[in-house]
């Protein structure tokens, strides 16, 4: 039976943040000596919700004291060789926090290793200010070239109040002045990144209204919801499906060998010329070490995978990191060509360190290589190069521009219907651009 069901969009749901230890710790230190400044905990997986959603028999030290319920937890064991003082994140940590619990259910294509540093690619920070809710993106690729793919949300938390709802202990009302933050990553097989983030963005609606000892049972309740959702099958047949207060549309795929594009294709161009996107894809054709820059680590992702979409019908072989967290800069010293992203404030020390780089700085609109301020590379032959030039400027990429003539829309759903509408069909005009642009390539070479 299960052999003909359709596939589902979650894989998991990971709930990642600092240990149960090392807040209690933080805690002490600010009441004893005042808040530390630049302090990064290292973040563990707290809890691992995946499919199916089925108790098991347990033992009564495996029962939440509150609601008797099997608590999914990766930090049963106190972490004794932990450096008492704060540190920065390392992959050592899920390692540790995954042998502290053998009865959890993980599935088997997914690596928490280095979940916790992609979660926090800046770390895990402490401080003394409630921040706003952070998105970003991840991609995951096996050594058979498969990819799972991931968005994270980050939410900041009084540190008394993130001890009692993700390590289910009484809530406390004392005032708290310091803040951390927990990460919830939907894990999916398919790369649905504009609706897992409104899921995520329904999600924290919830979490801002709820008790804190709801909490756990809130985000439980959302992986199982998103674990009934199916994915639809290749064609025309889109599927919808509402999580209050939104209505969450999945893209179907065009075809069965090609994955659904969920995503806004024209932020490259609204970050680089068209002649310096002809350049990053001619980088790519020619399989060079490609590195992304931004200090929006959302954007790192969403350009990537928009560059890869152009690239169709070819695709990219060679190793694909769009987020390397701060301890992860040596990948890029693979003697391989790659893609990969990181953040701006390691532009200077990456160009420096390491040779034959091209490097895209997303947020400057700039294009160049770590030896030299200009590119010497073989060109798009200059009439596919023309036609593509040409065929861009008749892009319409501002919806405000599009919308003018509309009515202004009182209902949010019918507003994201509108915009989804003008999306799908700017998405269309770009593949078809850029599929031609391939085509001329090879044709005109």
């Known amino acids: 039976m299960a052999d003909h069901l359709a596939p589902a969009l979650l894989e998991a749901c990971v709930v990642v943040g600092a240990s149960n230890d090392k807040l209690r710790e933080v805690y002490q230190t600010y009441n004893n000596n005042g808040a530390p400044e630049h302090l990064l905990l290292e973040p563990v997986v707290l809890h691992v919700l995946s499919p199916p959603f089925v108790g098991r028999p347990q033992n009564e030290s495996d029962l939440v004291g509150s609601h008797g319920k099997r608590r999914r937890s990766f930090l049963r064991k106190k972490r004794e060789h932990q450096p008492s003082g704060a540190s920065a994140p390392s992959q050592g940590g899920a390692a540790e926090a995954r042998g502290g619990s053998e009865d959890v259910s993980v599935p088997t294509d997914i690596d928490l290793m280095a979940l916790p540093q992609l979660c926090f690619p800046g770390g895990l920070q402490v401080t003394n200010e409630q921040r706003d809710e952070q998105f970003h993106f991840l991609v995951f690729t096996d050594i058979f070239g498969n990819k799972t793919h991931g968005v994270v949300m980050q939410c900041y938390q ?13 809530g406390s009302s004392k005032f708290s002045k310091l803040f951390t933050a927990f990460s919830f990553c939907v894990i999916s097989k398919y790369p649905y990144f504009t609706a ?10 919830q979490l801002r209204t709820c008790r804190l000892s709801d909490m756990e049972d809130r985000v439980k309740d959302f992986a199982a919801k998103l674990s009934l959702v199916p994915i639809p099958p290749p064609g025309q047949l889109h599927l919808m499906f509402t999580l209050r207060p939104l209505t969450i549309v999945l893209p179907s795929r065009d075809d069965k060998d090609h994955p659904a594009v969920d995503l806004d294709l024209h ?6 010329r068209p002649q310096q996107i002809l350049q990053v894809l ?3 054709l020619q399989e060079q070490r490609v590195v992304l820059f931004s200090a929006d680590w959302a954007r790192l992702t969403l350009f990537a995978e928009s560059l890869l979409v152009f690239l169709q019908p070819l695709s990219w072989q060679q190793p694909y990191v769009p987020v390397l967290a701060r301890g992860m800069l040596d990948f890029l010293m693979a003697p391989t060509a790659f893609l990969m992203g990181c953040h701006l404030s390691h532009f200077e020390e990456v160009a420096s360190e390491t040779d034959d780089l091209i490097l895209i700085n997303i947020d400057g609109g700039s294009v160049s290589t770590s030896c030299s301020d200009t590119l010497d590379l073989p060109q798009i032959p200059p009439a596919a190069a023309d036609y593509f030039t040409q065929r861009c400027q ?15 829309c009182s209902d949010i759903n019918e507003q994201r219907a509108q915009r989804r509408a003008w999306q799908h069909h700017l998405n269309h005009d770009i593949q078809r651009i850029t599929l031609e642009l391939i085509v001329n390539i090879f044709r005109l070479k």
């Open 267 to 272: 932020l490259p161009f609204l970050c680089l």
């Open 196 to 205: 897992l983030r409104d899921c995520l963005s329904c999600l924290l609606i």
């Open 394 to 408: 008749s892009l319409q990429m501002n919806f405000d521009l599009h919308q003018c003539r509309h009515a202004t």
């Open 282 to 284: 001619s980088c790519l």
């Open 158 to 170: 009084p540190i008394l109040e993130g001890i009692s709802c993700f390590h289910n202990e009484a």
